[in-house]
């Protein structure tokens, strides 16, 4: 037999300690129980769906997507984060303050460099989506929101199906009158 050389021997070793994750990936946090409610069983889904619309339009959302026979509506809306500061970005070891005001940078040789801006004029944004399902009487609530910074670079995304969106929705739900309008 050959020798193994102790190299091999620990990425064998290493290679042992491989585990397969215990679940499949998942909303986190879990939607709140408040995003799935009834509607009410008189009207007919596409009078639940036209609520749904006059709800979020009153709210400011642009639709996306409708589809009457699935129930379905997705809207979103966006906002300019004024002095949003991104706590992962480090990567040029500038500080907090720095970013504002560009930075300043000495060459191999004689160079030297001064950066003012970065994305003057381009300010980040937060975008908020939200998805409904209506079917059988009963409205599911989905919203995520992401935030781009100054580049159009994705820097936060994550679910926000939680009980204030979903009550605020619901009490508001029920103080819209069906509109009865064809989308």
Request: hydrophobic content about 35%.
């Amino acid at each position: 037999m050959k020798p193994i050389s102790l190299s091999i021997s620990c990425v064998l070793l290493l290679a042992g300690c491989q585990t397969v994750p215990d679940r499949l990936p998942q909303a986190e946090p879990v939607p709140a129980a408040a995003c799935y409610f009834p509607a009410g069983s008189a009207s007919t889904n596409i009078d639940l769906v036209s609520q749904s619309v006059a709800v979020l339009e009153e709210w400011g959302f642009k639709l996306d997507s409708t589809d009457t026979a699935l129930g379905l509506v997705s809207a979103s809306r966006q906002r300019e984060l004024v002095g949003y500061y991104d706590p992962y970005d480090n990567a040029y070891g500038y500080g907090r303050g720095m970013r504002m005001f560009g930075g300043v940078g000495l060459g191999r040789g004689s160079g030297i460099g001064l950066g003012f801006g970065g994305g003057i004029g381009q300010q980040p944004v937060e975008v908020e989506r939200v998805s409904l399902l209506v079917t059988d009487g009963y409205v599911r609530i989905s919203r995520d929101i992401r935030r781009f910074d100054h580049l159009g670079d994705l820097r936060e995304s994550y679910s926000a199906s939680n009980d204030d969106f979903c009550q605020r929705f619901q009490s508001a739900f029920a103080q819209t009158p069906a509109t009865g309008r064809a989308l």
